[in-house]
């Protein structure tokens, strides 16, 4: 049984004998190039009986129906996102019984553009504040500190983490002392 690996409308088979490499390393069987993918970031194998797409120790990890997975049993078309939960790029898994598994081929079907990765921070809705006498500059500040996160792009999700922890205790540190004041 071969399985079909489709990225961004392009479709690889890979024969029941062979281990994929999906990641951004150049010589990996599935190439992908973004921010938050790992080199060698994903493998595909047929334990003889099914394919298993395994996590290859990657930093930002490989997730499935909004899960992380460490290993995870193809059965049928399975979607895999590389890197976050529910912004990572997506892989299509299919199995296919083609009744000759001895080839390899490459099947591409009509280019996609390839279009610059795109992260957009999302905040919650503003929780309701108690109604407190605060300083109106502190609104400022937290509308200022939002438009230069949400300005930043192309960052790995471990500097996002960084930018709003630092933003958090500026914005705490600041809430602070003015109500101290």
Request: hydrophobic letters at 40%.
């Given at each position: ?40 970031h994903a493998i595909l194998k047929h334990d003889g009986s099914h394919w298993v797409v395994q996590d290859a120790s990657s930093r930002n990890g490989t997730f499935h129906s909004g899960s992380r997975v ?112």
């Amino acid at each position: 049984m071969d399985l079909t690996v489709e990225y961004e409308g392009k479709q690889q088979t890979v024969a029941e004998g062979t281990t994929a490499v999906i990641g951004a390393d150049s010589a990996a069987t599935v190439q992908i190039a973004r921010p938050g993918i790992s080199r060698h970031h994903a493998i595909l194998k047929h334990d003889g009986s099914h394919w298993v797409v395994q996590d290859a120790s990657s930093r930002n990890g490989t997730f499935h129906s909004g899960s992380r997975v460490q290993f995870l049993d193809i059965d049928g078309v399975t979607s895999i996102l590389l890197g976050h939960p529910t912004e990572g790029p997506e892989v299509i898994l299919t199995p296919v019984d083609d009744g000759d598994s001895t080839k390899v081929e490459t099947k591409v079907s009509e280019p996609v553009p390839a279009e610059e990765p795109s992260f957009q921070l999302t905040t919650p809705p503003p929780a309701k504040r108690p109604e407190l006498d605060l300083d109106p500059r502190l609104d400022n500040l937290i509308d200022a500190l939002n438009d230069q996160v949400s300005s930043v792009k192309g960052l790995t999700w471990s500097v996002w983490a960084m930018i709003a922890v630092t933003a958090a205790l500026v914005v705490l540190t600041l809430f602070v002392a003015i109500v101290g004041n």
